[in-house]
């Protein structure tokens, strides 16, 4: 066996391919999981089943596809499930299994078939942003019994932002043209200008289950305007079928003219470059065909591709602009999807949208190195159970207020110390007493997040603030102050062994003294 690797795992579930992404504690970069018969291509599993209910015969990925070519049996083939889970509107027709359970096969036959070595501690899964909800609600419940400490759920726009590099607080245009669905959004990115970053949406936590005990606003990327037809790569396949097969149908010749088509994507491929591919022209018989890039491109053309794209994105714009939102406010305009790879169609966004903004990540892995991003395998630290406060002099008010240092739900020890200025409150002062206090709050529990990890913490909406009975510190001043004047800079720390620290300096960064303060336990 190979040696056994801890980390963070990332499945993004797509229309036509689901992506497995691993970050191990111990490697700076993540690895795509390869799954010998399963994945296309490492870390890349074609979202597809096999499903034959009277011989319990079950396949996925590659192996669907495999199976589906050469017995050709379209009642027992699923693909295209994704987009349809949630959706009450949509069924398979004639079908042995319904859009979710397809969904949960694939999700099974998976998980069973992951690497041994790698030990998973946390799983992060992606979801729609206009379905999220009662997509939400289905991953909860194919996830309930596996054996995973933690699991998080990010949207799909936020993960595709965070996995190119972009700002929090960020305006950005996601342009997704996957399987099934062409999607187009200008969502606007959580955090920025002072407030909290994005973050992965906790559904499990230590083995229980915490879905619907949070209080956690739920914090998906906020949809400026959004767009999309039902329209994708797999009508591609089908326009390149119809160009040599009008009169025969046969979906073995999809898996082919998919094939094709990545080829044909290229951007080293001329466009006079001819290749061939052997379809089925009836059930037993294959036949040679040539394609270029050009064809493809005439083949896209003539099914008015560009004419609806171009559609969807005035109508994107305009919702937009209703909003406000122009398109020099957006930070970038990021692609993804396969449907993305075709250089006529990065042709015609880089002619409609300035080419500064465009971004290329990978077009199918970019959304599950996101959603690692937002949930890095770091430990775990423990968590502040109560909110600690130092006592302070409001001179306007001529009375003390508790000001807060840490807050509960906060993780030590501290990465950074909390750093305040105190003033003189009184003539000729030359001494300050340090005085702390901690809040005391009933036992509810709660979901907070540091640095994109779940936490879970104790919360009291009305609290109550209790002295500590530890000995006053007294800090002595150089010389004698008045009132105002900005004399001690204090900051705060909490160390491995729980003990609350003070380092104490003047204004020129004079060391006064570093004192440690008590417990916190």
């Known amino acids: 066996m190979k040696n056994e690797l801890k980390g963070t795992l990332a499945i993004d579930l797509g229309n036509t391919n689901t992506v497995l992404a691993f970050q191990s504690e111990t490697e700076r970069d993540p690895i795509l999981i390869d799954i010998p018969h399963i994945t296309s291509k490492p870390g890349v599993v074609p979202t597809a089943i096999w499903y034959e209910p ?28 994704k987009r349809l889970i949630g959706n009450t509107y949509e ?19 998976l998980w069973s078939n992951l690497p041994p070595n790698l030990l998973i501690k946390r799983l992060v899964l992606t979801a729609p942003i206009d379905t999220y909800k009662k997509y939400r609600n ?19 726009p936020t993960a595709a932002g965070i996995g190119t590099s972009v700002p929090f607080g960020s305006k950005i245009m996601v342009l997704d043209i996957g399987g099934s669905t062409i999607d187009m959004n200008i969502v606007k990115i959580e955090g920025g200008e002072g407030k909290a970053a994005p973050i992965a949406e906790l559904l499990k936590f230590n083995g229980e289950d915490v879905s619907k005990i949070s209080r956690q606003k739920l914090r998906c990327a906020e949809i400026v305007s959004k767009t999309g ?27 082919i003219a998919e094939k094709l088509k990545c080829r044909l994507s290229s951007k080293s491929i001329k466009s006079e ?68 790879q075709i250089p006529i169609i990065r042709n015609w966004v880089a002619n409609k949208m300035p080419e500064s903004l465009i971004k290329f990540p990978p077009p199918i892995e970019s959304v ?21 406060l130092i006592r302070l002099f409001n001179k306007r008010d001529k009375k003390l207020f508790w000001h807060p240092i840490f807050f509960k739900g906060q993780t030590w020890p501290t990465e950074k110390p909390f750093e305040l200025i105190l003033q003189a409150s009184k003539n000729k002062q030359t001494k300050f007493e340090i005085i702390i206090g901690e809040s005391r709050e009933k036992e509810n529990f709660d979901i907070i997040f540091e640095d994109g990890i779940p936490k879970i913490s104790d919360i009291q909406p009305s609290e109550r603030i209790l002295c500590w009975k530890k000995n006053t510190l007294e800090i002595e001043l150089n010389q004698p102050a008045s009132p105002g004047e900005d004399c001690l800079k204090l900051s705060f720390s909490i160390n491995n062994e729980s003990f609350l ?6 204004l ?14």
Request: charged residues 30%.
């Open 273 to 340: 470059e001819r290749f061939v591919e052997s379809f089925f022209i009836n059930k037993a018989d294959k036949k040679e065909f040539s394609f270029t890039k050009k064809e493809l491109e005439e083949v896209l053309i003539s099914n008015k591709l560009f004419d609806l794209l171009e559609t969807l994105l005035k109508r994107l714009l305009n919702e937009a602009r209703g909003k406000d939102c122009k398109l020099n406010d957006l930070y970038s305009i990021v692609l993804v999807g396969g449907g993305t």
């Open 501 to 506: 620290n003070l380092n104490c300096k003047d």
């Open 91 to 109: 069924k398979f027709n004639s079908k042995e299994l319904n859009p979710e359970e397809a969904g949960r096969k694939f999700f099974r036959v």
């Open 508 to 521: 020129n960064d004079k060391n006064i003294g570093f004192f440690n303060l008590g417990s916190i336990s």
């Open 54 to 81: 009277e011989n319990n015969l079950l396949a996925i990925g590659v192996e669907a596809l495999n199976l589906m070519n050469t017995i050709n049996e379209a009642k027992y083939f699923y693909s295209n499930f």
């Open 138 to 156: 289905w991953l909860i419940d194919i996830c309930d019994d596996l054996p995973i400490e933690e699991i998080a759920l990010v949207d799909e």
């Open 229 to 255: 037809c039902k329209i994708g790569g797999k009508d591609i396949d089908r326009w390149i079928d119809d160009y040599f097969n009008p009169t025969y149908k046969d979906e073995r010749n999809l898996i």
């Open 368 to 388: 599950a190195l996101g959603a690692l991003s937002l949930t890095p395998g770091v430990k775990i630290k423990d968590i502040l159970n109560k909110s600690l």
